[in-house]
């Protein structure tokens, strides 16, 4: 058996970083330890070593017979036994990951298995939530290390999830914003409040190929894991920008086009006040074939610029200025 099981610093440190159980199996014996972490999983009396008679009820029904086959399998041709299974505590049903290693002797026979086990039921929850999300989700620690991430996720920075999960937030920030980051989340972690997202913040993220990508960040703090995390929720605004600049390009085109009116209207009006007062005035000496030749011409003028008007409107149909 593993010497000094309950008291090795490097299983205490693992079970405390990583929330995991540590577990030794003798297989000649049948019989197996279980560190601290391992039995307040599983809710089991401490004791000094149990039967495995004493851990199979613990396995969902269902998914009994699926362990043993993994188990055998593994025994007859590999020295590594991973898996996740369903188990049934107190009552409730809860999904535990297991990590192991078979230990053999000089001729291959299977002597030990050492390993660690996880109660993965929060994670597995939060993922199920996570991709049903429609924008980008992110779940980091209070040391800035990406936990859970979403394929909207994957999808924005192209990256794979393995790729982030257990990474600095700081890969999906440009250059620029690096050095000046983890002071900006020591400062949000002191008073850590919900952000919605936009909030007028000019944000970029940073793609795998380098490229950078206009994002929107919502933040909500949260405790799982039994830790203080950070949910991200980010939004690619791309297109929302790109429309935004297109909107912007054509209300400007309109307003210069509004002003090459008002100028060019000016005269025609200026020379349509000036017909009037003349007209008024019976000492002007003007005939009134001479004032409908320039009532006519005024007209055409007016009529010009607004066809000038209508076609500009009709230029770009359904869109909004």
Same mark, same amino acid.
């Given at each position: 058996?593993? +010497?000094?099981?309950?008291?090795?610093?490097?299983?205490?440190d693992? !079970?405390?970083?990583?929330?995991?159980?540590?577990?030794?199996?003798?297989l000649?014996?049948?019989?197996w330890?279980?560190?601290?972490?391992?039995q307040?999983?599983?809710?089991?009396?401490?004791?000094?070593?149990?039967?495995?008679?004493?851990?199979?009820?613990?396995?969902?029904? !269902?998914?009994?017979?699926?362990?043993?086959?993994?188990?055998?399998?593994?025994?007859d041709?590999?020295?590594?036994?991973?898996?996740?299974?369903?188990?049934?505590?107190?009552?409730?049903?809860?999904?535990?990951?297991?990590r192991?290693?078979?230990?053999?002797?000089?001729?291959?026979?299977?002597?030990?298995?050492r390993g660690?086990?996880?109660?993965?039921?929060?994670?597995? +929850?939060?993922?199920?939530v996570?991709?049903?999300?429609?924008?980008g989700?992110?779940?980091?620690?209070?040391?800035?290390?990406?936990?859970?991430?979403?394929?909207?996720?994957?999808?924005?920075?192209?990256?794979?999830?393995?790729?982030?999960?257990?990474?600095?937030?700081?890969?999906?920030?440009p250059?620029?914003?690096?050095?000046?980051?983890?002071?900006?989340?020591?400062?949000?972690?002191?008073?850590?409040?919900?952000?919605s997202?936009?909030?007028?913040?000019?944000?970029?993220?940073?793609?795998?190929?380098?490229?950078?990508?206009?994002?929107?960040?919502?933040?909500?703090?949260?405790?799982?894991?039994?830790?203080?995390?950070?949910?991200?929720?980010?939004?690619?605004?791309?297109?929302?920008?790109?429309?935004?600049?297109?909107?912007?390009?054509?209300? +400007?085109?309109?307003?210069?086009?509004?002003?090459?009116?008002?100028?060019?209207?000016?005269?025609?009006?200026?020379?349509?006040?000036?017909?009037?007062?003349?007209?008024?005035?019976?000492?002007?000496g003007?005939?009134?074939?001479?004032?409908?030749?320039?009532?006519?011409?005024?007209t055409?003028?007016?009529?010009?610029?607004?066809?000038?008007?209508?076609?500009a409107?009709?230029?770009?149909?359904?869109?909004?200025?």
């Amino acid at each position: 058996m593993l +010497q000094g099981f309950e008291h090795s610093t490097l299983i205490q440190d693992m !079970e405390e970083s990583g929330r995991m159980g540590a577990y030794e199996v003798d297989l000649s014996r049948q019989r197996w330890k279980a560190s601290r972490h391992f039995q307040e999983i599983f809710r089991l009396p401490p004791r000094e070593e149990y039967t495995i008679e004493e851990f199979l009820p613990l396995i969902h029904p !269902e998914d009994r017979e699926l362990i043993r086959g993994q188990f055998r399998e593994a025994l007859d041709t590999s020295d590594v036994f991973n898996s996740n299974y369903r188990c049934i505590i107190q009552g409730k049903e809860r999904i535990i990951e297991t990590r192991s290693r078979i230990e053999r002797d000089d001729s291959g026979n299977p002597l030990r298995v050492r390993g660690f086990v996880r109660d993965i039921t929060e994670e597995k +929850q939060l993922q199920r939530v996570f991709e049903a999300a429609p924008s980008g989700m992110l779940l980091v620690d209070e040391n800035r290390s990406i936990l859970l991430v979403n394929k909207e996720i994957e999808r924005i920075f192209g990256y794979s999830r393995e790729e982030l999960i257990g990474h600095s937030i700081e890969v999906l920030l440009p250059e620029r914003y690096r050095a000046g980051h983890p002071d900006l989340v020591a400062g949000y972690m002191q008073n850590p409040t919900q952000r919605s997202m936009g909030e007028g913040r000019d944000l970029s993220g940073r793609r795998k190929d380098g490229s950078e990508v206009p994002v929107e960040v919502g933040l909500h703090p949260v405790h799982v894991y039994e830790r203080f995390s950070i949910i991200c929720s980010i939004v690619d605004i791309t297109e929302r920008r790109r429309i935004a600049e297109r909107e912007a390009r054509q209300k +400007q085109e309109l307003r210069d086009f509004a002003y090459r009116i008002a100028h060019d209207i000016r005269n025609p009006l200026a020379n349509l006040r000036s017909l009037l007062e003349l007209s008024a005035d019976s000492t002007a000496g003007i005939s009134n074939e001479e004032a409908r030749t320039m009532m006519t011409s005024i007209t055409a003028d007016l009529l010009q610029f607004a066809e000038e008007i209508i076609g500009a409107t009709l230029a770009a149909p359904g869109e909004s200025v």
